[in-house]
């Protein structure tokens, strides 16, 4: 385990620049993405508790997106210069750097969790133990929005990553990942790649009952 983040961390930090050029635009050319993240946030709010989590958040515009969105959002992210490129990219928001399988929040504390393509370089084996660390920070009713590399196939696929290794998996099988961890899938989005990788775009909202 430490070894794959030490390599995950590495290799964001040396991108931070470059990534941050590519994604700070917040969606406007990923509707799909930009809608399941609006679903989310308007779902959040009606549970009454807007304290949410991004999680994997490199150079903080998503976090940036559900504050203006109306929820009290921070970010969390295990590569430090992602970290602290977001801090100064965003000074009225708060980032701390951390890791998704132990995350600086107390129990039952969030209304929801975002991770937007942040659990892909998680080997499947280490999934369980990341998830379940989602769903101890969620308060009962909280919401996950996992997005993520999709593929049609039975199993995950490991594949080379522009950045460092990752995987993709079958929308079914994450599902079950999900409830295996305690957590409800009651919507799905699956589409058509936005890039040259050829994998499905695949968007999955759970709630902790």
Known sequence: MLGHQDETRAAYDGVVDLYASMFSSRLETRPFARNMIGTFAELVRGTGNLRVADVGCGPGHLTAMLHDLGLDAFGLDLSPAMVDHARRAHPALRFEEA???????????????????????????????????????????????????????????????????????????????????????????????????????????????
Request: net charge negative.
């Open 99 to 209: 890791r998704m399988e132990a995350l600086p929040v107390e129990d039952a504390a969030l209304g929801g969790v975002l991770a937007h393509y942040s659990m892909i370089h998680t080997p499947p084996g280490e999934l369980p133990a990341l998830l379940a660390e989602q769903v101890r920070v969620l308060a009962p009713g909280g919401l996950v929005l996992v997005s993520l590399f999709g593929t049609e196939g039975p199993e995950p696929v490991g594949f080379d990553h522009k950045v460092t290794p990752a995987y993709s998996w079958p929308a079914d099988r994450f599902a079950e990942l999900l409830a295996g961890a305690g957590l409800v899938t009651f919507a799905r989005l699956l589409h058509d790649p936005a890039t040259e990788r050829g994998f499905l775009d695949t968007h999955l909202l759970a709630r902790r009952p």
